[in-house]
Structures are given as C-alpha cells and as structure tokens.
T-cell receptor, first 118, second 115 residues
Framework: KAGVTQTPRYLIKTRGQQVTLSCSPI?????VSWYQQTPGQGLQFLFE???????NKGNFPGRFSGRQFSNSRSEMNVSTLELGDSALYLC?????????????????FGAGSRLTVL | AQSVTQPDIHITVSEGASLELRCNYS??????LFWYVQSPGQGLQLLLK??????LVQGIKGFEAEFKRSQSSFNLRKPSVHWSDAAEYFC?????????????FGTGTKLQVIP
C-alpha cells in the first residue's frame, strides 16, 4: 500500500508569509502526527489528529495550526513565518487502535517537507 | 514527562565492526520503545520496536535491541556494520496505552562508517 505522502517536498518562503503543508496518511490510518525537525532541537512534536480532532499539542506558538479532514488527510499551517521556522516538517500516520500489538500504534513517516524561510 | 536520552551525538565505526548505540528513557510506566533510522533528506524508517515479552528484539537490516528495565535502556546493536548503515538513528518512547499518540524522540546519533 502507498506510504505517507507529504507535499510539497521543498519550499522557500520569506519572513511574514504563511505556509500550508499537506499530508496524506496510509490508507486506513486515522491518526496523523506532525513533527518539526531542526539540527539544534531535533524532533519536536507539534500536534496529533485523530478523526478530525486534535488530541494532543506540543509546545509551539499559536502561529502553528493544523487540521484533519474526513478522509484523514491533514494540513498544517504556519502563519507569520520567522527565520527560525526553517525546518524539515515530518508527518506520520498510525493505524487504528488494536492493530498489531496490544493497542499500540507505530508511526510511519513521510519524507517530509523542507521549509526554508528567508 | 517522558524523555529519551541518546548520549552519543556522533559515532564513527569501521565497516565490518560491531555497533552499539545507546538509549536511555524516562517513563512513568511500561513504555513502548522504538528505533528509527533517517537517511539524509528522508523521513524516518522504523528499525524495530519493543512492546512486551522477549526483551531482545530483532529488526530490519540485521539490527537488534535489548530492553533493560533496571537500567532504563534500549540499546541498538549490529554485529557487523555495512557502509550503507551510515545514517542518523533515533530512539523513541511512546505511551503504553491508547488514547492519543505522542511519541518522544531522542536527539539522534549520527553514524559514520569508514572503509
């Protein structure tokens, strides 16, 4: 089955602009998580959506937002971009509870969207 | 709060040599533990996972990891490293029960393989 698809793969924006990133999860997966990866901070959890509801949110400012659609596809938006928002944004999907072992879910990652803010 | 520590930022090994990457975690209950690998410019690929049972788990590409509860460790090992193993490796811990998915990652260990 197809993996997690993130678009666009690369993008360049300037300070003050806003950006929207898209993530299509593995078919049948209902949970989508977003992470920001930077050399200095590593992988930082942004938020997680399940059945169109945000269930958990990391410690990021309100400029970072997301949503999930009824087909489980997810988008994240960053408004008023800052230089420090330059990062690789990773999306990961996971299956419904009960899949595999003991109800735990395993994250399958997309290739990421590389955002450069100038 | 859950956390993961990977004490080695960068490791260099010779091709054919054995490898051990260290991972220590902090979690209030029985954790789920993962190792992921990331090649440059790519997403993360799952190498192996521990949920319960046998504390020695086998993964893809010849990797294995051992869960040691007493030491709060989940070290990754490979008996003979190949040049293609050069990548960054991430240890991660996740919740034992369902509800929501928040997996916490370590800062990663970058592996360099020299001929």
């Amino acid at each position: 089955k197809a993996g997690v698809t993130q678009t666009p793969r690369y993008l360049i924006k300037t300070r003050g602009q806003q950006v929207t990133l898209s993530c299509s999860p593995i078919s049948g997966h209902r949970s989508v998580s977003w992470y920001q990866q930077t050399p200095g901070q590593g992988l930082q959890f942004l938020f997680e959506y399940f059945s169109e509801t945000q269930r958990n949110k990391g410690n990021f400012p309100g400029r970072f937002s997301g949503r999930q659609f009824s087909n489980s596809r997810s988008e994240m938006n960053v408004s008023t971009l800052e230089l420090g928002d330059s990062a690789l944004y990773l999306c990961a999907s996971s299956g419904p509870l009960g899949t595999g072992t003991s109800g735990a879910n395993v994250l399958t990652f997309g290739a990421g969207s590389r955002l450069t803010v100038l | 709060a859950q956390s993961v520590t990977q004490p080695d930022i960068h490791i260099t090994v010779s091709e054919g040599a054995s490898l051990e990457l260290r991972c220590n975690y902090s979690y209030g209950a029985t954790p789920y533990l993962f190792w992921y690998v990331q090649s440059p410019g790519q997403g993360l690929q799952l190498l192996l996972k521990y949920f319960s049972g046998d504390t020695l788990v086998q993964g893809i590409k010849g990797f294995e990891a051992e869960f040691k509860r007493s030491q709060s460790s989940f070290n990754l090992r490979k008996p003979s490293v190949h040049w293609s193993d050069a990548a960054e490796y991430f240890c991660a811990v996740g919740p034992h029960s369902g509800g929501y998915q928040k997996v916490t990652f370590g800062t990663g260990t970058k592996l360099q393989v020299i001929p």
